[in-house]
């Protein structure tokens, strides 16, 4: 069940689905198997990602974009050889497509597990996402049944992603950030994410994926409750001990809305290097007319932001073309490779 030619089936059908008024998912027990394998890959992966190496594209909320989500794979390429993508969260929700936008990532995930990562965000829980428009989505989709199971199934799978990464052994990777509780790394490899079901239960994990950076007049501030009424704001002190500490350079987060896609936080005021980076993929989101981002970072440690327009990737027939090529392209390569290896 689910072999790799099958995987790569259904990312073919979502990618074909994008010009197609009738937009086919696939069934129930498809769903199944592909949360299934997703599990048994993700599982394997500690809370803390560690080791990734080479060069990475760094991808910030989805939010239930796929046309974005494959521009973004179209654009770099895919995630095999020296090519790999850390996902920092948040895919369902807000957008029209969460359903495609997972199962093309847990796709991913299970056909090129050393070279795609998942990373939790706040709304791959599921008393966010019943609220947020996930669970609407399958209903009104999948019907009153089928739904209700596919989001059963869905999000089952939450729980297994890990929480953040650490990138080349220098850069630190979360979907929200850091607070009072987080001060090593090792705080963070020792939760034990399985036993977490309810995004209220205070902790290690809430923090991760609810905290945002905040600039303070005053320098001595560490941590601040968030407005948010969850997790914590942290300041730029803050930043720079966590990072002093654990021997790290910066901090790539997502959960923020941005206009142009990513927002340089925090500074540094003499090198004026970037050490807090927040980067957002969902380009025009909830009708806010923002760009999109990625950043790409070489294996030689540079960096570079990627943009891109809600024109660019639902409204251009070139792009729509381009996706197609994107589909029949690298399905009949891995196809071919497949048939090597098996
Ligand atoms: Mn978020």
Redesign the pocket.
Known sequence: MATNSELEKIRESIVKSRSSVFVQLPKLDTIRTICLRAKETLKKENSLLENIEGKVIIVG?LHGNIDDLLHIVYQHGFPERNLKYLFL??YVDRGENSIETMLYLLCLKIQFPDNVYLIR???EFVDMCSYYGFSEECVTRLGMLDGSLAFKEITSVFPYLPLAAVIQNEYFAV??GISSRINTLDDIRNVDRFSIIDYHQSGVLTDL??GDPKKFRNEGILTKPSERGIGEYYSETKTKLFLKTNKLTAIFR???VCDEGYNEVFTDSSSHIPFCITVFSASNYCNMNNKGAVLVLFDDGSLSTYQHTSESTSDSEDEKEQLFYLGDACFNDLAMRNSIIV
């Open positions: 909320d969260g948040d965000g706040n709304h979907h929200g994926v609810w997502a959960h923020e």
